[in-house]
């Protein structure tokens, strides 16, 4: 057998081990601290899903819960806390290990994209028609973060004026150690005809999940 042989070998070996693996629960996602302190304060905080409802077709198209949503990337469907003030978002995710640039440490990419998602959702919640649209988006990166692991995003809407709406994020490991921080802008565009209103999705969104508000 050849060196090349050989490595193939230990590769296919290697992936059929990976493929045997338990996949990661949202039940794990609960137990972190994080989960734990928003579900011990149910009058103030709820959960809703991470993923809209959508059709299999448009779920698929969509870059986060159609290309990143897979084994070693987001391997469950993150677990989100919501303020009653619907200005503060809690985030659990676990990140696998496909998604880094350097050996072991989540690409950078990878958090900005993840940032663009999240922070999202204070700016839905307040905007006109529950419609925002990024219009920048800022990361300071402070520590690596090291892949396969869970972590926290917190997010909040910092300042908002009119269409336009301030947000601010961070990210933790599940020690609670800053990684990045982001800050962004979204607009509710003057134009109502290009992105249809959101209010029902929101509804829907709210009621998924049981809660006191």
Same mark, same amino acid.
């Given at each position: ?11 296919? &070996?290697?992936? !059929? =081990? ?10 794990? /996602?609960? &137990? ?16 809703? $899903?991470?993923?809209? $409802? ?10 986060? $819960?159609?290309?990143?949503? !897979? ?11 919501? #303020?009653?003030?619907?200005?503060? @978002?809690?985030?659990?995710?676990? =990140? ?14 990878? &958090? !900005?994209? /993840? @940032? ?10 307040? +905007?006109?028609? #529950? ?7 800022? =990361?300071?990166?402070?520590? $690596? ?15 908002? *004026? ?9 990210? *933790? ?5 800053? +990684?990045?921080?982001?800050? !962004? /802008? ?7 005809? /290009? ?9 829907? =969104? ?8």
């Amino acid at each position: 057998m050849t060196d090349a042989e050989m490595h193939k070998l230990l590769e296919d &070996q290697v992936d !059929a =081990i990976d493929a045997k693996l338990p996949r990661m629960t949202d039940a794990e /996602l609960l &137990q972190s601290t994080a989960a734990r302190e928003c579900l011990d304060n149910p009058d103030e905080w709820k959960r809703v $899903p991470f993923f809209w $409802p959508r059709s299999d077709i448009k779920r698929k198209s969509a870059f986060v $819960p159609g290309t990143m949503y !897979a084994e070693n990337k987001l391997s469950v469907e993150p677990v989100v806390f919501m #303020n009653r003030d619907r200005k503060q @978002f809690v985030v659990i995710t676990h =990140i696998g290990k496909e998604m880094c640039g350097h050996d072991d440490i989540v690409h950078g990419g990878v &958090q !900005a994209t /993840l @940032f663009d998602e999240i922070t999202a959702r204070p700016a839905f919640w307040n +905007l006109p028609r #529950n419609v925002a649209l990024t219009a920048s988006l800022k =990361i300071a990166y402070h520590k $690596p973060a090291i892949a396969d692991q869970i972590f926290v995003f917190r997010t909040h809407l910092a300042k908002m *004026e009119g269409r336009k709406a301030e947000i601010a994020a961070q990210l *933790e490991d599940s020690q609670g150690n800053l +990684l990045s921080e982001a800050e !962004a /802008l979204y607009i509710s565009p003057k134009n109502v005809t /290009l992105v249809q209103d959101q209010t029902s999705q929101v509804e829907k =969104i709210e009621n998924v999940y049981p809660g006191n508000f």
